[in-house]
């Protein structure tokens, strides 16, 4: 695994005695940045507050808050550089401030793959591209992808301070992309599917049985039914729906959510793919022509079931 996220919870167990601090600090500005993200994607306040709740509830999302893995850097980076994007998607501003956009999501990008190995990054700029291309901005992709590379060499940086070269650290690029590759795990095809459906993973191991997923809430198949609809939906408004950024998260989720059907998977990779799936819920549940009161009821009722039977008992 590329080494930032080593470093962050490394200095953090020097500063503050402990790594667990790092992963509340992040966890608290994950929300910050979902938090910017919910006001630009939804208009209805009560419906943003919904969706802060959903994300400060989830069991698999709160849990990150108090161990130590690479998934939460990498949700954090991941919001960082969507919310950048979305900035940039927007309307006309100065360019001043389209630099500074520009820089934001380079360096977003380049934190997001120096968490872990950058095969998720493929889909993340597969979905830069249609964002900048709908704000024709397409141009900016070259200086966004410079300085994720910068910013990836630069976590190395100690790697060079002690002496190695630029080939070592190409051949230690290529021994760990040889190392996925030549792995002999056999996926089970469409984990992801079973697990946010119906709470059930299986390991990869040939003696492995299927077992609960103990972070599962039923709002997890919400979510997943919604996006499946909501993604139908904007297939069939393509042509009349301009609105490019709501539309790249839904594309962001769907290349995330592909990628984990047919990739070896763990429940918590999830991380990156819920609060993208929050968002999408509480947008397709404003989109209803109904009366906002019924939208409201729908979030309670939700809400109250996920609460009572994954967190109470």
Same mark, same amino acid.
């Given at each position: 695994?590329?080494?930032?996220?080593?470093?962050?919870?490394?200095?953090?167990?020097?500063?503050?005695?402990?790594?667990?601090?790092?992963?509340?600090?992040?966890?608290v500005l994950a929300l910050f940045v979902f938090a910017l993200l919910v006001r630009k994607h939804l208009t209805d306040q009560l419906l943003q507050i919904g969706a802060l709740i959903f994300f400060i509830t989830d069991p698999l999302l709160f849990e990150q808050s108090y161990i130590t893995m690479f998934d939460l850097p990498q949700?954090?980076?991941?919001?960082?550089?969507?919310?950048?994007?979305?900035?940039?998607?927007?309307?006309?501003?100065?360019?001043?401030?389209?630099?500074?956009?520009?820089?934001?999501?380079?360096?977003?990008?380049?934190?997001?793959?120096?968490?872990?190995?950058?095969?998720?990054?493929?889909?993340?700029?597969?979905?830069?591209?249609?964002?900048?291309?709908?704000?024709?901005?397409?141009?900016?992709?070259?200086?966004?992808?410079?300085?994720?590379?910068?910013?990836?060499?630069?976590?190395?940086?100690?790697?060079?301070?002690?002496?190695?070269?630029?080939?070592?650290?190409?051949?230690?690029?290529?021994?760990?992309?040889?190392?996925?590759?030549?792995?002999?795990?056999?996926?089970?095809?469409?984990?992801?599917?079973?697990?946010?459906?119906?709470?059930?993973?299986?390991?990869?191991?040939?003696?492995?049985?299927?077992?609960?997923?103990?972070?599962?809430?039923?709002?997890?198949?919400?979510?997943?039914?919604?996006?499946?609809?909501?993604?139908?939906?904007?297939?069939?408004?393509?042509?009349?729906?301009?609105?490019?950024?709501?539309?790249? !998260?839904?594309?962001?989720?769907?290349?995330?959510?592909?990628?984990?059907?047919?990739?070896?998977?763990?429940?918590?990779?999830?991380?990156?793919?819920?609060?993208?799936?929050?968002?999408?819920?509480?947008?397709?549940?404003?989109?209803?022509?109904?009366?906002?009161?019924?939208?409201?009821?729908?979030?309670?009722?939700?809400?109250?079931?996920?609460?009572?039977?994954?967190? !109470?008992?």
């Amino acid at each position: 695994m590329p080494p930032l996220a080593k470093y962050i919870y490394g200095y953090s167990i020097q500063f503050f005695g402990n790594a667990e601090t790092a992963a509340m600090i992040m966890y608290v500005l994950a929300l910050f940045v979902f938090a910017l993200l919910v006001r630009k994607h939804l208009t209805d306040q009560l419906l943003q507050i919904g969706a802060l709740i959903f994300f400060i509830t989830d069991p698999l999302l709160f849990e990150q808050s108090y161990i130590t893995m690479f998934d939460l850097p990498q949700l954090l980076f991941l919001l960082m550089h969507v919310f950048a994007m979305t900035l940039m998607a927007g309307g006309e501003t100065t360019k001043r401030r389209q630099l500074m956009l520009t820089v934001s999501a380079g360096l977003t990008l380049g934190f997001f793959i120096s968490v872990k190995i950058a095969f998720l990054a493929s889909i993340i700029i597969l979905v830069d591209i249609y964002t900048l291309y709908q704000a024709r901005r397409l141009w900016r992709l070259i200086p966004i992808g410079i300085l994720s590379g910068l910013v990836y060499i630069s976590s190395y940086l100690m790697y060079f301070v002690q002496g190695h070269s630029f080939i070592e650290f190409l051949k230690n690029q290529k021994w760990m992309v040889h190392f996925y590759l030549s792995s002999n795990v056999k996926p089970v095809f469409g984990t992801a599917f079973t697990t946010l459906f119906a709470g059930k993973t299986i390991g990869w191991g040939d003696q492995s049985a299927w077992t609960r997923v103990p972070q599962w809430t039923i709002l997890w198949s919400a979510y997943v039914i919604t996006f499946i609809f909501g993604a139908i939906n904007i297939m069939r408004t393509a042509k009349e729906n301009t609105d490019a950024s709501y539309i790249s !998260i839904v594309f962001l989720a769907t290349g995330l959510l592909s990628a984990y059907t047919f990739l070896p998977f763990f429940t918590r990779y999830l991380v990156l793919l819920i609060p993208l799936f929050i968002i999408i819920f509480f947008r397709t549940l404003e989109s209803l022509q109904v009366k906002d009161q019924y939208r409201y009821i729908i979030t309670a009722m939700l809400f109250i079931i996920h609460f009572s039977f994954f967190w !109470i008992i």
